[in-house]
């Protein structure tokens, strides 16, 4: 299998694809030895699609970013951030990561925080995740807020939900599967989902 590049990944993560039938990253360069992840694209049960972005190696070992050198990286990627992401350049964030903190998340550093999933109807943040420099705090609907160090995750997928015509983010580790998100247009969850993959190899990529 020939490992290239994804341009939507930038020079730590690549991408790999398997039985594909539908657009892909675009591919712009070779591999080097500083990439941490590989995506693969393959056809579900039913005419579905599964997306998975495999970490290539464990991250126990690596030290985090700071806070003000992975902002200045989000705001550089403004134009990949969907709009069901709230970034620290939005006049609502503050006020938006306040809500969320109160509701699922009292025990986070503000100043950490580095991009927030609001997932309510009516955009009050109670569900959710933020995303910090050290890992996803969250709650999903009718569930316990939960906690994901990134040092955990050994993989990012979409799969088909139970529900009809919708897709679900998860979070892979050792320990079993942590939802982040869902969504009926596979192709903005895949899109968010290279954008957290992007943020989590950059944030240990400083240390690499």
Known sequence: MNLMTAAAFGPLCAA?????KRPVSPVVRETTEKEVAEKNVSK???GTYEIRVRFLKRMD???YADAPVVKTYVKSLQRRIHHNFIAPYDEQFDKKVGK????????????K????????????????????????????TLEK??????????????????ASGLYNLYAVTDAGRQELGYSSHLDDLEREMLLLADLICYIFGMSS
């Open 61 to 63: 070992n690596l030290k």
């Open 100 to 111: 969320a903190m109160k509701a699922y998340a009292k025990e986070v550093d503000s100043a």
């Open 145 to 162: 807020p939960y906690y994901c160090d990134y040092k955990w995750i050994r993989m990012l997928e979409i799969v088909p939900s139970t």
């Open 44 to 46: 579900g049960i039913g």
């Open 113 to 140: 925080v580095i991009l927030m999933r609001d997932v309510t109807l009516l955009g009050s943040g109670k569900e959710g995740f933020l995303m910090t420099t050290r890992g996803f705090y969250g709650k999903n």
């Open 16 to 20: 790999t694809s398997e039985e594909v």
